[in-house]
């Protein structure tokens, strides 16, 4: 999975600064490789696998003596917690609840850490995308959500998605940006020049 590199992140930063200079609100975005490393995913799979399935192939034939059997179901636990530490399986052992929960606990931390809670007149947006979760979430402050209800952003969020699995996740930030720069033009215009936050794409290592 790649992240945006220098130049595509200067892309990202030019939109910003455009859709700026008619709104009073504060665009931040945040890009994230991923929300969590869900490393106890892999052991908990492992885990409840190594116990079961030797024990039920031994069920019937009783083939292994307790010590034998205590050994097999070691080297399957081994086994299996690497083979799911693949970043391909561990994907696919997550239930995208769980995913879902933690992008959008992550996006929340990133509202508060970049400071969007404390603008002048309330106006703070964070657009979030984290790529493994395919997950993208716009969250604003009370000067904007006091003029623009949640279900403004919803068409935008939802083809934003679809293009983070697609991979296009620098289209879907311009995109994104320009669709968002329309209703905060009509219903949050400027009023005056300033720039409280900075305009750069924030990447999470």
């Given at each position: 999975m790649a992240l945006l590199s220098d130049s595509e992140q200067q892309q990202v930063r030019d939109a910003i600064t455009h859709i700026e200079r008619d709104t009073?609100?504060?665009?931040?975005?945040?890009?994230?490789?991923?929300?969590?490393d869900y490393t106890y995913i892999p052991l908990l799979w492992a885990g409840i696998l190594a116990?079961?399935?030797?024990?039920?192939?031994?069920?019937?034939?009783?083939?292994?003596?307790?010590?034998?059997?205590l050994i097999v179901q070691w080297a399957c636990f081994v086994v299996l917690a690497l083979v799911f530490r693949l970043p391909a399986v561990t994907t696919r052992l997550i239930p995208r609840r769980v995913r879902f929960w933690r992008a959008a606990n992550l996006a929340r931390r990133q509202f508060l850490e970049q400071n969007l809670h404390h603008t002048e007149a309330g106006t703070g947006m964070l657009i979030f995308v984290s790529e493994a979760e395919r997950y993208v979430e716009i969250?604003?402050?009370?000067?904007?959500?006091?003029?623009?209800?949640d279900e403004t952003w919803q068409g935008i969020v939802s083809t934003f998605t679809q293009q983070v699995k697609q991979g296009q996740t620098l289209q879907g930030f311009l995109s994104c940006i320009e669709a968002c720069g329309e209703h905060l033009r009509e219903h949050v215009p400027a009023t005056h020049e300033r720039n409280e936050l900075p305009n750069r794409l924030v990447v999470l290592e």
């Amino acid at each position: 999975m790649a992240l945006l590199s220098d130049s595509e992140q200067q892309q990202v930063r030019d939109a910003i600064t455009h859709i700026e200079r008619d709104t009073d609100a504060e665009l931040v975005t945040v890009l994230a490789p991923q929300a969590d490393d869900y490393t106890y995913i892999p052991l908990l799979w492992a885990g409840i696998l190594a116990l079961l399935i030797p024990g039920a192939i031994n069920y019937f034939p009783q083939w292994l003596g307790a010590s034998e059997l205590l050994i097999v179901q070691w080297a399957c636990f081994v086994v299996l917690a690497l083979v799911f530490r693949l970043p391909a399986v561990t994907t696919r052992l997550i239930p995208r609840r769980v995913r879902f929960w933690r992008a959008a606990n992550l996006a929340r931390r990133q509202f508060l850490e970049q400071n969007l809670h404390h603008t002048e007149a309330g106006t703070g947006m964070l657009i979030f995308v984290s790529e493994a979760e395919r997950y993208v979430e716009i969250l604003v402050d009370r000067g904007i959500s006091s003029r623009l209800d949640d279900e403004t952003w919803q068409g935008i969020v939802s083809t934003f998605t679809q293009q983070v699995k697609q991979g296009q996740t620098l289209q879907g930030f311009l995109s994104c940006i320009e669709a968002c720069g329309e209703h905060l033009r009509e219903h949050v215009p400027a009023t005056h020049e300033r720039n409280e936050l900075p305009n750069r794409l924030v990447v999470l290592e």
